[in-house]
């Protein structure tokens, strides 16, 4: 449309992945500790980049960084993944520094670092001299294999594209591995008119391919191999027999440059939209980059932007060299080229200065030779070593390791809470009305004590008052109605499961959130009906309650009370009749006995009941509780567990793809920091 | 009205245009209409239309409405391009001085230069264009020479320069690059562009074929502005060759007939401070001092520009119409995911209370226990709170489905719509509130009936005078209502305590209450959650707007 939308769409367009190889780095890191129960001692962390620091003895200001960040990061409460952790140890081990005392590389602190995949790269530093298949086995096998089964294990719960990419790293990994490990596959990459095709003819010493002013002049892409054998490499790379070349023979450089690839591509930038994908797809593949910019384009956003931001991790198989500088006056050039390493390190591509581990920035000019023996010489180095396809390798898996990880990396320990178990059998049992049962029971006894032990005469006087209350107003047992079904509370087991299942799922990477959610209402289904079967079964027991031994005592006592009572009215009849001897005392004294002591003996049966009859109640509510909770426990709450101990397995599997895949790592760390 | 400039001639010497206030103030109601659009839902397209929305509210605040009120305004060419394409040093070399900072650092040009002569000042010193660029002074001598230009706090400003070796009636702008990492830069650059009355596109031997200057330049041509193409810095040895296939290459995008202007590689143009000798900028100074001096070919230029955008405008309102209508259309399949839950979660509410789900768990052991070891209250307050779990549990649930059917919705994923609007809690204290208030209602009613047994004896069936007791009336209604076929026989004992009448009566109230009270908890809480839909302000009226605007806008051109 119009050139507001161009660039701000291009800008949309090429943001995430910017800030995707960012965000790696920068995630959340908190309080160490990895699996088991948290560990005080496990404070140390550090992103990939500052555990290199580590590693290279800069610990002074490592440990600065890690008093800084400490205090601040164990306070957000996130939970540590233990996937720094890890690294941070695998960093201690290669730097061997001699003070353990949390291990040099736990000093680093958790910098915002464009870092895990660098930190990934980082520690095969120690390695370097060994050669590309050593490499292989002691480092990136149990990564690749750990994601391989991370896939495995995630493929019913993660969509297929997104799965489908990381497995296209297994893909790439292995089909690279099938081919000669001598060679090492090189592609210089570029703007239109930066010189690509210039330098690659100045590399191999003959005009190989066409350097014309016409833009973009190179349409496919041109290799040219030093050493025999690369055939099933550049067959990889699609490249037609008639552009696969040789250098010129040189005297003195026959053994230099041995097992190098170089492949000349197309632009990236020009209106030619088929060039671009075809760099695409052959960046994809290559071991290793030489991004060829010129003082006109250095700055350009699709360089920084498409390209170097997101092969930000790759920079231990990249250079960048600024062409064109005979063009430039004075000290131009050493301007540009400051001015270059810092775009570059803006796009978070570490530099490799000062011996560290990081991307080749060189300044030369392909036209009149000027600082092309350095990048030579680089590149010769760059090779001999081969470990570039190894590392190319190894950061694809961080960065597609990175990729994932909002798909694994849980905000806080996944789990549910003692407290969250506890409410939610607290919900069931108010579905089956416990409490209320509970409650009823203890009337109940209390009620049926009462009559048992109460006075005759006011039982009859409670009587006759009833006999004469309108009919609606008396009090009468509720219908008996035989066996309730659908006795428990729909609404509140439905609400007590999407509680207990919005708990388990909280803070969990979405799709694994999902899965628990899923499963609580799977479990939820047949949950009901179990509650109204328990609401039957532990129901209060049929027939009547037990009672206590004092009750019959009591109860004698009551009627000897009337008997008295009766004894003494008999007596005084008696007398009034004249059948006995007039003699006031006694059976006044008698009645009135009988007559106090009546309620006073309802009196004091009423408090002893009270207590048997809470336990009565106690044990009724108890029953019906336990029994909801247990049914709670097998419908809802072990599916539940099950799948984010499923969750676990498969997060300790990405660490295992994060962190390089060595075991003695945590434990090394936990016992030597205290 | 504008007329093209050929049938005027040559011989007026101010020159105006007769552009009718009608044409200006139907201009004005379409940019009312542009900038009242919104764009908030995320479905495809919206970006677009954003873009779109801003770049036509650019267009038509900094060019066609200054460029119509004030047809004598000095022409302004926009020199625009590449990073690194030499497009300061251009300038300075047209104007012989240096008045914009060259370098070798790119980006070079952070803040626009406009540079005009000294009688033209007034019109640019004003908010007559770019209002939204502070002026800033010109500053002499301000050169960074291998240092980073400070970074200016608040970012956007526009450096007004005067020289006198420029001719009155003619300004050059300076613009940022259209593509260097600084996304500012693009922005403005893009913001500037449409403020010209002449494209200047400044491109150089290894960047004539880039993709993004090449987008502006078919951009140019979909708009039909007047424009001119440098292509700079061609060393010496291949010019012809360069230029001719530059040329091609134009023609093939059906610019062939934009002037040309080839300006060689000079040790100059790498140097950054150095001006090209005036022979080689020569040809582009004569040919814009013409734009500016001659009175035909100046109003050509300006017509042809105004033109030009005033007939995109023709295919860009639709377009913005169409984004407009696509987002009510959004909006509207967002609100009926939320009215279809309602709905049939209130017929399951509805199901759920007629077959007397409220009367279950603790409530229905209360229900049992009554009356002999439960009093009136608790099973009030039993069924009360049941009935409220019922309705928060719907409420739940709708939320649950909603969250799904926006999750597959592309307007769902608004940034307004994804932050969830505070918690169930307060739900379940809204509905708290509600439910209690129905049960102190009903409770009224129960009183009112007891007393109204009490004033009409004779209508009692009670033969001794005890008044039944209303907090037992309220809980054998609320059984009743709530029970279904379990709460029957909760009927008939209300019944035999106020008589069958009465029973009616109370229940007959009772039952519209719920119904009312359940309605209104539902509707609450479903406005609540179209609350931040309808605070996005998707309207479908702006859609007819804009396209009214636009015809009244071609009815009086």
Same mark, same amino acid.
């Given at each position: 449309?119009?050139?507001?939308?161009?660039?701000?769409?291009?800008?949309?367009?090429?943001?995430?992945?910017?800030?995707? &190889?960012?965000?790696?780095?920068?995630?959340?890191?908190?309080?160490?500790?990895?699996?088991?129960?948290?560990?005080?001692?496990?404070?140390?962390?550090?992103?990939?980049?500052?555990?290199?620091?580590?590693?290279?003895?800069?610990?002074?200001?490592?440990?600065?960084?890690?008093?800084?960040?400490?205090?601040?990061?164990?306070?957000?409460?996130?939970?540590?993944?233990?996937?720094?952790?890890?690294?941070?140890?695998?960093?201690?081990?290669?730097?061997?520094?001699?003070?353990?005392?949390?291990?040099?590389? %736990?000093?680093?602190?958790?910098?915002?670092?464009?870092?895990?995949?660098?930190? %990934?790269?980082?520690?095969?530093?120690?390695?370097?001299?060994?050669?590309?298949?050593?490499?292989?086995?002691?480092?990136?096998?149990?990564?690749?294999?750990?994601?391989?089964?991370?896939?495995?294990?995630?493929?019913?719960?993660?969509?297929?594209?997104?799965?489908?990419?990381?497995?296209?790293?297994?893909?790439?990994?292995?089909?690279?591995?099938?081919?000669?490990?001598?060679?090492?596959?090189?592609?210089?990459?570029?703007?239109?008119?930066?010189?690509?095709?210039?330098?690659?003819?100045?590399?191999?010493?003959?005009?190989?391919?066409?350097?014309? !002013?016409?833009?973009?002049?190179?349409?496919?892409?041109? #290799?040219?191999?030093?050493?025999?054998?690369?055939?099933?490499?550049?067959?990889?790379?699609?490249?037609?027999?008639?552009?696969?070349?040789?250098?010129?023979?040189?005297?003195?450089?026959?053994?230099?440059?041995?097992?190098?690839?170089?492949?000349?591509?197309?632009?990236?930038?020009?209106?030619?939209?088929?060039?671009?994908?075809?760099?695409?797809?052959?960046?994809?593949?290559?071991?290793?980059?030489?991004?060829?910019?010129?003082?006109?384009?250095?700055?350009?956003?699709?360089?920084?932007?498409?390209?170097?931001?997101?092969?930000?991790?790759?920079?231990?198989?990249?250079?960048?060299?600024?062409?064109?500088?005979?063009?430039?006056?004075?000290?131009?050039?050493?301007? !540009?080229?400051?001015?270059?390493?810092?775009?570059?390190?803006?796009?978070?591509? #570490?530099?490799?200065?000062?011996?560290?581990?990081?991307?080749?920035?060189?300044?030369?000019?392909?036209?009149?030779?000027?600082?092309?023996?350095?990048?030579?010489?680089?590149?010769?180095?760059?090779?001999?070593?081969?470990?570039?396809?190894?590392?190319?390798?190894?950061?694809?898996?961080?960065?597609?390791?990175?990729?994932?990880?909002?798909?694994?990396?849980?905000?806080?320990?996944?789990?549910?809470?003692?407290?969250?178990?506890?409410?939610?059998?607290?919900?069931?049992?108010?579905?089956?009305?416990?409490?209320?049962?509970?409650?009823?029971?203890?009337?109940?006894?209390?009620?049926?004590?009462?009559?048992?032990?109460?006075?005759?005469?006011?039982?009859?006087?409670?009587?006759?008052?009833?006999?004469?209350?309108?009919?609606?107003?008396?009090?009468?047992?509720?219908?008996?109605?035989?066996?309730?079904?659908?006795?428990?509370?729909?609404?509140?087991?439905?609400?007590?499961?999407?509680?207990?299942?919005?708990?388990?799922?909280?803070?969990?990477?979405?799709?694994?959130?999902?899965?628990?959610?899923?499963?609580?209402?799977?479990?939820?289904?047949?949950?009901?009906?179990?509650?109204?079967?328990?609401?039957?079964?532990?129901?209060?027991?049929?027939?009547?309650?037990?009672?206590?031994?004092?009750?019959?005592?009591?109860?004698?006592?009551?009627?000897?009370?009337?008997?008295?009572?009766?004894?003494?009215?008999?007596?005084?009849?008696?007398?009034?009749?004249?059948?006995?001897?007039?003699?006031?005392? !006694?059976?006044?004294?008698?009645?009135?006995?009988?007559?106090?002591?009546?309620?006073?003996?309802?009196?004091?049966?009423?408090?002893? !009941?009270?207590?048997?009859?809470?336990?009565? &109640?106690?044990?009724?509510?108890?029953?019906?509780?336990?029994?909801?909770?247990?049914?709670?426990?097998?419908?809802?709450?072990?599916?539940?567990?099950?799948?984010?101990?499923?969750?676990?397995?498969?997060?300790?599997?990405?660490?295992?793809?994060?962190?390089?895949?060595?075991?003695?790592?945590?434990?090394?760390?936990?016992?030597?920091?205290? | 009205?504008?007329?093209?400039?050929?049938?005027?001639?040559?011989?007026?010497?101010?020159?105006?245009?007769?552009?009718? $206030?009608?044409?200006?103030?139907?201009?004005?109601?379409?940019?009312?209409?542009?900038?009242?659009?919104?764009?908030?839902?995320?479905?495809?397209?919206?970006?677009?239309?954003?873009?779109?929305?801003?770049?036509?509210?650019?267009?038509?605040?900094?060019?066609?409405?200054?460029?119509?009120?004030?047809?004598?305004?000095?022409?302004?060419?926009?020199?625009?391009?590449?990073?690194?394409?030499?497009?300061?040093?251009?300038?300075?070399?047209?104007?012989?001085?240096?008045?914009?900072?060259?370098?070798?650092?790119?980006?070079?040009?952070?803040?626009?230069?406009?540079? /005009?002569?000294?009688?033209?000042?007034?019109?640019?010193?004003?908010?007559?264009?770019? $209002?939204?660029?502070?002026?800033?002074?010109?500053?002499?001598?301000?050169?960074?020479?291998?240092?980073?230009?400070?970074?200016?706090?608040?970012?956007?400003?526009?450096?007004?320069?005067?020289?006198?070796?420029?001719?009155?009636?003619?300004?050059?702008?300076?613009?940022?690059?259209?593509?260097?990492?600084?996304?500012?830069?693009?922005?403005?650059?893009?913001?500037?562009? /449409?403020?010209?009355?002449?494209?200047?596109?400044?491109?150089?031997?290894?960047?004539?074929?880039?993709?993004? $200057?090449?987008?502006?330049?078919?951009?140019?041509?979909?708009?039909?502005?007047?424009?001119?193409?440098?292509?700079?810095?061609?060393?010496?040895?291949?010019?012809?060759?360069?230029?001719?296939?530059?040329?091609?290459?134009?023609?093939?995008?059906?610019?062939?007939?934009?002037?040309?202007?080839?300006?060689?590689?000079?040790?100059?143009?790498?140097?950054?401070?150095?001006?090209?000798?005036?022979?080689?900028?020569?040809?582009?100074?004569?040919?814009?001092?013409?734009?500016?001096?001659?009175?035909?070919?100046?109003?050509?230029?300006?017509?042809?520009?105004?033109?030009?955008?005033?007939?995109?405008?023709?295919?860009?309102?639709?377009?913005?119409?169409?984004?407009?209508?696509?987002?009510?259309?959004?909006?509207?399949?967002?609100?009926?995911?939320?009215?279809?839950?309602?709905?049939?979660?209130?017929?399951?509410?509805?199901?759920?209370?007629?077959?007397?789900?409220?009367?279950?768990?603790?409530?229905?052991?209360?229900?049992?226990?009554?009356?002999?070891? /439960?009093?009136?209250?608790?099973?009030?307050?039993?069924?009360?709170?049941?009935?409220?779990?019922?309705?928060?549990?719907?409420?739940?649930?709708?939320?649950?489905?909603?969250?799904?059917?926006?999750?597959?919705? $592309?307007?769902?994923?608004?940034?307004?719509?994804?932050?969830?609007?505070?918690?169930?809690?307060?739900?379940?204290?809204?509905?708290?509130?509600?439910?209690?208030?129905?049960?102190?209602?009903?409770?009224?009613?129960?009183?009112? *009936?007891?007393?109204?047994?009490?004033?009409?004896?004779?209508?009692?069936?009670?033969?001794?005078?005890?008044?039944?007791?209303?907090?037992?009336?309220?809980?054998?209604?609320?059984?009743?209502?709530?029970?279904?076929?379990?709460?029957?026989?909760?009927?008939?004992?209300?019944?035999?305590?106020?008589?069958?009448?009465?029973?009616?009566?109370?229940?007959?109230?009772?039952?519209?209450?719920?119904?009312?009270?359940?309605?209104?908890?539902?509707?609450? *809480?479903?406005?609540?959650?179209?609350?931040?839909?309808?605070?996005?302000?998707?309207?479908?009226?702006?859609?007819?707007?804009?396209?009214?605007?636009?015809?009244?806008?071609?009815?009086?051109?």
């Amino acid at each position: 449309m119009t050139a507001v939308t161009a660039v701000t769409d291009h800008r949309d367009h090429s943001d995430p992945t910017g800030g995707s &190889g960012e965000a790696h780095g920068s995630g959340p890191s908190g309080t160490s500790g990895a699996e088991g129960e948290p560990n005080p001692g496990r404070t140390s962390r550090a992103t990939g980049r500052d555990s290199g620091h580590a590693r290279v003895e800069d610990d002074d200001q490592g440990s600065e960084d890690a008093r800084g960040n400490r205090r601040p990061r164990e306070t957000d409460g996130a939970w540590d993944d233990g996937l720094i952790a890890r690294r941070v140890s695998q960093a201690g081990d290669d730097g061997a520094a001699g003070d353990t005392e949390g291990g040099a590389g %736990g000093e680093g602190g958790a910098h915002e670092g464009r870092g895990g995949a660098h930190g %990934g790269a980082e520690s095969r530093g120690g390695a370097d001299a060994s050669p590309g298949s050593t490499l292989y086995e002691t480092q990136l096998r149990g990564r690749l294999d750990s994601l391989r089964e991370l896939i495995g294990l995630s493929r019913t719960r993660l969509d297929r594209k997104t799965l489908a990419e990381a497995g296209r790293v297994l893909d790439e990994a292995a089909a690279r591995r099938r081919l000669s490990e001598e060679h090492t596959v090189v592609a210089i990459a570029g703007a239109t008119g930066s010189g690509k095709s210039s330098l690659f003819n100045a590399l191999a010493g003959v005009t190989i391919s066409d350097a014309g !002013v016409r833009r973009p002049t190179t349409a496919a892409p041109v #290799a040219c191999s030093w050493t025999d054998g690369a055939a099933g490499l550049l067959d990889r790379l699609d490249i037609p027999m008639r552009l696969r070349r040789r250098p010129a023979k040189s005297p003195d450089g026959e053994a230099q440059l041995r097992g190098l690839v170089l492949i000349d591509l197309p632009d990236h930038d020009s209106a030619v939209a088929a060039h671009r994908e075809q760099v695409d797809r052959i960046l994809a593949l290559v071991d290793a980059v030489i991004w060829v910019v010129d003082p006109e384009k250095y700055g350009d956003a699709v360089l920084h932007e498409r390209y170097l931001r997101p092969l930000a991790g790759h920079a231990e198989v990249t250079f960048v060299v600024l062409n064109q500088v005979d063009r430039l006056p004075g000290d131009a050039a050493e301007q !540009v080229l400051d001015d270059l390493r810092r775009l570059l390190d803006e796009d978070g591509i #570490a530099l490799g200065e000062y011996g560290e581990p990081g991307a080749t920035v060189l300044a030369l000019s392909a036209l009149t030779g000027e600082g092309v023996g350095e990048l030579r010489d680089a590149l010769d180095q760059f090779v001999a070593e081969r470990g570039a396809a190894v590392r190319r390798i190894s950061a694809d898996l961080d960065a597609a390791a990175a990729r994932l990880r909002p798909l694994y990396a849980a905000e806080r320990r996944p789990g549910l809470s003692e407290a969250a178990r506890e409410e939610f059998a607290d919900r069931l049992a108010e579905a089956v009305g416990a409490e209320a049962a509970g409650e009823a029971a203890e009337r109940a006894w209390t009620r049926n004590a009462n009559k048992a032990c109460g006075t005759p005469w006011l039982r009859l006087w409670r009587w006759y008052e009833a006999r004469n209350a309108p009919l609606a107003l008396r009090p009468r047992p509720g219908p008996q109605a035989p066996v309730d079904e659908e006795a428990a509370a729909r609404q509140r087991v439905e609400q007590a499961v999407r509680m207990v299942a919005n708990k388990a799922a909280y803070g969990l990477p979405a799709p694994w959130a999902q899965a628990v959610r899923e499963a609580a209402a799977r479990g939820g289904q047949g949950l009901p009906e179990a509650l109204d079967e328990v609401a039957v079964t532990a129901g209060p027991p049929a027939g009547r309650p037990p009672r206590p031994g004092w009750w019959p005592l009591a109860v004698l006592v009551q009627a000897s009370m009337t008997i008295l009572q009766v004894i003494g009215g008999l007596w005084l009849l008696g007398q009034v009749i004249g059948i006995t001897s007039p003699n006031l005392g !006694v059976p006044v004294l008698l009645m009135s006995a009988g007559i106090v002591g009546g309620p006073c003996v309802e009196r004091a049966c009423g408090v002893a !009941v009270r207590g048997p009859a809470r336990r009565y &109640g106690a044990e009724a509510e108890r029953r019906l509780r336990e029994a909801a909770a247990a049914c709670g426990k097998a419908h809802v709450l072990d599916p539940v567990g099950a799948e984010l101990l499923r969750y676990q397995e498969v997060r300790e599997k990405y660490v295992d793809v994060i962190g390089v895949g060595r075991t003695g790592g945590v434990t090394k760390l936990s016992t030597t920091s205290r | 009205m504008l007329q093209k400039g050929s049938k005027i001639g040559h011989s007026s010497h101010v020159v105006t245009f007769d552009v009718r $206030p009608q044409l200006l103030d139907a201009l004005s109601v379409l940019r009312d209409r542009v900038a009242a659009t919104r764009f908030p839902l995320p479905v495809a397209g919206a970006a677009r239309a954003r873009a779109n929305r801003e770049e036509l509210l650019l267009q038509l605040d900094d060019y066609l409405v200054p460029r119509l009120k004030e047809p004598e305004a000095p022409l302004l060419a926009v020199i625009g391009g590449s990073t690194g394409a030499g497009k300061s040093t251009l300038v300075n070399s047209l104007v012989g001085r240096q008045v914009t900072e060259a370098g070798v650092l790119r980006p070079t040009t952070r803040t626009p230069v406009l540079v /005009c002569h000294p009688d033209d000042q007034h019109w640019f010193s004003g908010k007559r264009v770019l $209002p939204q660029l502070a002026r800033v002074r010109a500053t002499k001598q301000e050169t960074w020479r291998g240092r980073r230009p400070p970074a200016r706090p608040g970012g956007r400003a526009l450096r007004i320069e005067t020289v006198d070796t420029l001719p009155p009636g003619l300004a050059l702008l300076d613009a940022p690059d259209v593509d260097s990492l600084v996304a500012e830069n693009r922005l403005l650059a893009a913001e500037l562009i /449409c403020a010209a009355d002449v494209w200047v596109m400044v491109t150089t031997a290894a960047r004539y074929a880039d993709a993004v $200057p090449w987008h502006l330049l078919r951009t140019a041509k979909e708009h039909n502005v007047t424009l001119v193409t440098v292509l700079d810095r061609v060393p010496h040895q291949v010019v012809t060759e360069v230029s001719r296939q530059y040329a091609a290459l134009l023609t093939k995008a059906g610019l062939g007939d934009a002037p040309r202007f080839t300006v060689p590689e000079l040790p100059e143009s790498a140097g950054g401070g150095g001006l090209l000798p005036s022979t080689a900028v020569a040809p582009l100074r004569t040919w814009l001092v013409h734009r500016a001096h001659d009175m035909g070919a100046r109003r050509q230029a300006i017509v042809r520009t105004a033109n030009g955008v005033m007939n995109s405008l023709g295919a860009r309102m639709p377009e913005l119409a169409g984004a407009v209508a696509a987002q009510h259309a959004a909006a509207l399949r967002l609100t009926a995911a939320v009215d279809e839950a309602y709905e049939e979660e209130h017929a399951r509410v509805r199901g759920r209370l007629q077959a007397g789900a409220v009367l279950a768990g603790d409530a229905l052991k209360r229900w049992r226990a009554y009356p002999l070891d /439960c009093t009136p209250e608790e099973l009030l307050d039993a069924l009360v709170e049941s009935l409220g779990t019922l309705l928060l549990n719907a409420v739940a649930a709708v939320d649950e489905r909603v969250e799904e059917a926006w999750r597959h919705e $592309p307007g769902g994923l608004a940034p307004g719509l994804t932050v969830r609007a505070p918690g169930l809690e307060n739900a379940e204290h809204r509905i708290g509130m509600t439910v209690r208030r129905w049960r102190r209602v009903l409770e009224e009613h129960a009183e009112d *009936e007891v007393r109204g047994l009490d004033a009409a004896p004779d209508m009692r069936r009670t033969s001794r005078g005890v008044a039944p007791d209303p907090e037992a009336v309220a809980a054998l209604l609320a059984t009743a209502l709530l029970g279904g076929r379990r709460g029957r026989s909760a009927g008939e004992n209300l019944a035999e305590r106020i008589g069958a009448h009465g029973a009616l009566r109370l229940r007959d109230r009772g039952g519209r209450l719920l119904t009312s009270y359940v309605d209104k908890v539902l509707s609450v *809480e479903r406005e609540r959650r179209l609350a931040p839909l309808d605070a996005l302000g998707v309207h479908p009226e702006p859609q007819a707007e804009l396209i009214a605007a636009l015809s009244v806008m071609q009815k009086e051109r």
